[in-house]
């Protein structure tokens, strides 16, 4: 992966491979988006819409239905753009390909990519320590779908981190004096 910033816009660049990973985070992004919260399991509602805030405001169920229709809304309210970049890596016609993201929406970017990471961690039983696996012999301990997850999860987690480098005032804009 490659990035750039130029003006009001960054430019990612992946290889075949990056960019496979990519449309299938996006998409997996996009189906779990279009879901409401009740149809989630609950491991994954409990990543995206925990309700322990509601209950210790003491919330009526009420209030928290409602307040879980916002953030479903908040949410949902991306799919526009999910669909956008999507559609910018699926009709690239070859090796690098390219995703164009306006500065001013790289950190919804960020924030959508990094949902995908709770989810997948919550998903997948993905915890700290998984998180922090260094041998050989860690990784082979974890399901196939562990491995994937947590594969997936740090590739996000390279992308977020190269994104936020690349904002205002994050240091890559500062010039030697």
């Given amino acids: 992966m490659r990035a750039a910033r130029q003006n009001d816009q960054i430019t990612l660049s992946f290889g075949a491979f990056e960019s496979q990973v990519l449309r ?13 919260p009740a149809e989630m399991g609950p491991k994954e509602a409990a990543a995206w819409y925990s309700t ?4 210790s405001a003491k ?9 879980l229709e916002q953030l479903h809304g908040y949410r949902s309210a991306n799919l526009d753009r999910l669909e956008s970049w999507a559609k910018q ?3 690239a016609k070859a090796d690098p390909f390219e ?4 500065l001013g929406e790289a950190d919804r970017l960020v924030t959508l990519l990094n949902d995908h990471r709770l989810l997948a ?5 993905i915890g700290q320590r998984e ?9 082979h301990a974890l399901t196939p779908l562990q491995l994937n997850a947590l594969y997936e ?6 992308l977020i981190e190269t994104l936020l480098h690349l904002l205002p005032n994050s240091g890559a804009d500062w010039q030697e004096s």
């Fill in 24 to 36: 299938r985070i996006l998409s997996t992004i996009i189906q779990n988006y279009k879901m409401k």
């Fill in 52 to 55: 322990r805030g509601c209950e």
């Fill in 59 to 67: 919330m009526t169920t009420e209030e928290t239905r409602d307040w």
């Fill in 89 to 91: 890596l699926t009709t």
């Fill in 99 to 102: 995703l164009r993201v306006p």
């Fill in 121 to 125: 961690a919550a998903r997948h039983d």
């Fill in 131 to 139: 998180m922090d696996l260094r041998s050989l012999a860690a990784f």
């Fill in 153 to 158: 999860i740090h590739f996000l987690a390279c």
